[in-house]
């Protein structure tokens, strides 16, 4: 049973409870849905995001930052998120994520992210952010007309800013911890000590063997210079093992990727959830592959990816949920962006799960009411 109230005009959502139900009495315990956490959402201060401010996409973004505070309660009080408009973003309608938008322009950029660390926390099990940007595209949501879908859209990119695909783990891990159980202080490359939480920013992993092999290069005769590659190839084995002692444990991993051609997710929140709604005996939820010439390819990386490969739901399946719902529609399926008038969008109880399995504590009952009934205008 879903109840909602309203007051000065604002609506309170009620969670309730079946308590009995005896002689044809059925007896409820409502109680309003509360939450500490705070969306604190800032619009850029440039020239053109000005031009939102008062209009109908400024309500819209509110709207979605208090579906937001409900849906998550923690664990941290709040979270910082910058919104931006932008023109020349071609094809591109929205884009959200950890960091600041300065750093996020090209989405997933792994060079940006040594930077996007600083705006992320850090705990033994997970990595989240406190602070996220989203950019949506000018040119298709002017800002004197009113389009509909950019709730949803907002929606999606949000849930983006909130590490969805962002923060995920698997063949294209980016961010790692090194436990010092197995590489210790004095193996560690200079650039890499005393990084807070033993946390290797692989940028700087990168540059260093660049740092590295131009040394070797520069200076050592020729003998040794055939030494170089097979170290990088060593590391490089090194940094697997590493990160495959990561996927069991230390850090959020996602995922079951023997290839990007067929990538898995297997958060276990997400995955929990999405065997209560959707098929009970399953062992993964399909992420949308990596795609080239229209064909599923391996192994592609990261930075080759465009945004939108590895980092949403897989949309294509034809799954239809216990309720009926085609996967099609879901908020975090692979092309959201695509359509203006895309109004028909829910979100699943595992999208939400995979945040809980990011870190965030999430509320599920709030996703019983459909996500127009959090949308004022
Ligand atoms: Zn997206």
Redesign the pocket.
């Known amino acids: 049973m879903n109840v909602t109230s309203q007051v000065d005009g604002k609506t309170i959502f009620y969670n309730s409870e079946l308590v009995s139900s005896a002689n044809n009495v059925w007896r409820y315990k409502i109680t309003p849905v509360e939450s500490k956490f705070k969306v604190n959402l800032k619009l850029r201060d440039d020239p053109i995001t000005n031009k939102y401010r008062g209009t109908v996409y400024e309500t819209w973004l509110n709207d979605v930052a208090r579906f937001f505070e409900k849906v998550i309660t923690g664990p941290i009080p709040e979270i910082e998120i910058t919104v931006a408009f932008d023109t020349g973003m071609d094809n591109i309608w929205?884009?959200?994520g950890p960091g600041d938008i300065a750093l996020n322009e090209g989405e997933f950029d792994v060079s940006k992210l040594p930077e996007i660390v600083d705006d992320l926390i850090i705990t033994d099990h997970h990595m989240f952010p406190f602070k996220s940007s989203c950019k949506f595209n000018a040119d298709v949501h002017k800002h004197n007309e009113k389009i509909d879908s950019f709730y949803y859209l907002a929606i999606?990119?949000f849930?983006?800013a909130f590490g969805?695909?962002a923060l995920w783990n698997g063949e294209h891990i980016i961010l790692m911890k090194v436990p010092r159980s197995i590489l210790t202080d004095w193996m560690l490359p200079d650039v890499m000590k005393g990084l807070p939480g033993d946390l290797v920013r692989l940028p700087y992993l990168l540059n260093n063997i660049k740092a590295f092999s131009d040394f070797f290069n520069g200076s050592i005769a020729g003998t040794l210079l055939g030494l170089i590659d097979p170290m990088i190839v060593e590391f490089g084995k090194m940094l697997k093992y590493l990160l495959n002692y990561n996927l069991h444990g230390r850090i959020n991993y996602i995922g079951n990727h023997t290839s990007t051609s067929y990538p898995r997710y297997t958060g276990q929140n997400g995955l929990q959830q999405y065997r209560l709604d959707v098929q009970q005996n399953a062992t993964h939820i399909q992420i949308y592959p990596t795609i080239t010439n229209g064909n599923r390819v391996e192994n592609k990386p990261l930075p080759e990816t465009g945004?939108?490969e590895l980092?949403?739901w897989d949309k294509t399946t034809g799954i239809i949920d216990k309720f009926g719902r085609n996967l099609n529609d879901e908020i975090?399926g692979?092309t959201?962006?695509e359509g203006v008038g895309k109004l028909n969008c829910w979100m699943g109880t595992w999208t939400l799960g995979s945040l809980a399995d990011i870190g965030w504590t999430v509320d599920y009952t709030l996703l019983n009411w459909p996500l127009s009934r959090f949308k004022s205008v």
């Open positions: 929205g884009q959200g999606h990119e849930m983006h969805f695909g945004g939108t980092v949403h975090m692979s959201i962006e």
